[in-house]
């Protein structure tokens, strides 16, 4: 058994975990939540604790000011705290450093998305071999297990490619990973996660299509596609963190990631894109100033914490799987529903983080139990996917499966077409009003019979 929990960082996706680990800290031991704002660190504690969430009080909850790109800062924390496992959820500029620290003093090593650098942004694919692979020999030798992307998507799609190569196909097509927030914040504009990675990812569009790379401008192909309990979607086929480790390990011809946008958010990216306004490069004022554009949106949206009271509706994240079992063709949907007001309810959050959190406590209850511990670097789809899926089921993310028939009306269509074509279909139509904003995310009036 490993015992003890450090949780690095503040925001939703921590809170979330946070409250996952308290839950299980019969399993989980001891657990620290550090980051650079120690007030954050006490808010969670204070939320647990009003939510009753504490498993068992014998066991301590407490926090600790940290700057994680402070190496050595952090291995005294993880040897302070006698921490076994390091669940890091900070932003993605600081993956690199906590890892190293993990290496230092033998800690696992959990998180969530990709690392990256400030100055750069959808560098050459495959990116986890820019950063992450780089140091899989030395966790080797080391004997350290560390889990790459164990969020929802990267994290459970990951683990529902492997289910689908272990339980449902002999041969694999295609996979096309879905994922739409039906929900509603009732904010002009807000995103559900850091703002300044939210945008970081949508510059450039790299996917994994007839086994080899392909990039397309961002928002350029569209489909509609009607999910389970959300309804019809609009989907753009986006770049993602799973695809650069999935297109290495998993048998496919083509994986691909489509993300739901409406047109109000369509219109107002472009038009903060257009203006260089997500550019993550400085520039220098006229006082000779030197700000980050990114940084200045990002500080003037909403915190994406603050949207959970209000948040309603739901989201619906999952696989189109098509290949083939026992030589006939087969297609199946493997997806998980979450409602925002329900994460609130449990765990204070909206539903965004709540499925980002749930997932890397359920990796470290299975690292604590030994159930996962490779002893080496792997991502979610290298890992037995059952017993993951199992326990998400227990705790709070459970999983559906569909199947489809082949070519019938529910089937998804992936394949894309030529440019042109795409362009032609993918053009968002919005409703402004100056004196009025909000008009453009008013309900639109049914159209009388």
Known sequence: MKKNLLIIGAGGVAHVAA?????????LGNICIASRTLAKCDGIIDSIKRKGHIQDSEQALFSRPLDALDIPATVRLIRETESAIVVNLGAAFINMSVLEACLETGAV?????????????????????NYEWQRKDRCAERGLTAILGAGFDPGVVNAYCALAVKRYFDRIDTIDILDVNAGSH???FATNFD??????????????????????????VKRIYDLPVVGPSPLYLNGHDELHSLSKNIDANSIRFWMGFGDHYINVFTVLRTLGFLSHLPVTLTTGQEVV????VKALLPDPQTLAPGYTGKTCIGNFVKGWKDGQAREVLIYQVSDHHRCYEEVESQGISYTAGVPP?????????????PKTMVNVEELDPEPFIALLDRIGLPTEVKEIAPGGPESFD????????????????VTISAANPMIALAPKPATPR
């Open 293 to 296: 554009p990114l940084k200045v």
């Open 186 to 188: 009732g904010k002009y």
């Open 414 to 429: 992936g394949a894309v077409r030529d440019l042109e074509t795409e362009l032609a279909e993918s053009t968002a139509t």
């Open 19 to 27: 409250h996952k680990a308290a839950m299980n800290n019969a399993v």
């Open 361 to 373: 406590v359920a990796a470290a209850l299975l690292v604590a139990q030994g159930v996962w511990d």
């Open 109 to 129: 090593y959990i998180d969530t998305a990709i690392h990256e650098e400030p100055d750069k942004v959808c560098e050459t694919p495959p990116w986890y071999a």
């Open 195 to 220: 703002p300044e990675i939210n945008f970081r990812e949508f510059i450039k569009v790299w996917t994994w299509i007839d086994r080899q790379w392909r990039e397309y401008p961002t928002h350029s």
